[in-house]
């Protein structure tokens, strides 16, 4: 039974840091595709960053490029988001994924089968 519970969420003033992590259980940590999307009110849920089992050739929207990095611990077994210069339009439910390897390195939300619960970024 894949787990994934988020944490890190929080209220920031625009220019601050947040860095959210996520715990895994419940499948081998090390061997599948984890993702970073967020969801604002109103809005569809956006993918933000995705890192593959290889560690390599993280992607990332466009509109956080630059300012976030998604890192993993294998022993950890925590997906992290470190979001720097955060600005209001980052205001949203950040939630983490996990998917197949195969093919990893997509954005579309329908390829994660496992999400957490999500937590809350407010950057004013």
């Known amino acids: 039974h894949v787990q994934l519970v988020e944490s890190g969420g929080g209220s920031v003033q625009a220019g601050g840091s947040l860095r959210l992590s996520c715990a895994a259980s419940?499948?081998?940590?090390?061997?599948?595709?984890m993702a970073w999307f967020r969801q604002a009110p109103g809005k569809e849920r956006e993918g933000v960053a995705v890192?593959?089992?290889?560690?390599?050739?993280?992607r990332y929207a466009d509109s956080v490029k630059g300012r976030f990095t998604i890192s993993k611990d294998n022993v950890k077994l925590t997906l992290y988001l470190q979001m720097n210069s955060l600005q209001p339009e980052d205001t949203a439910t950040y939630y983490c994924a996990a998917g197949p390897s195969a093919g990893c390195g997509s954005l579309d939300p329908t390829y994660f089968p496992a999400w957490g619960q999500g937590t809350q970024v407010t950057v004013s």
């Open positions: 890192i593959n089992s290889h560690d390599d050739g993280p």
């Open positions: 419940g499948y081998t940590f090390s061997s599948v595709c």
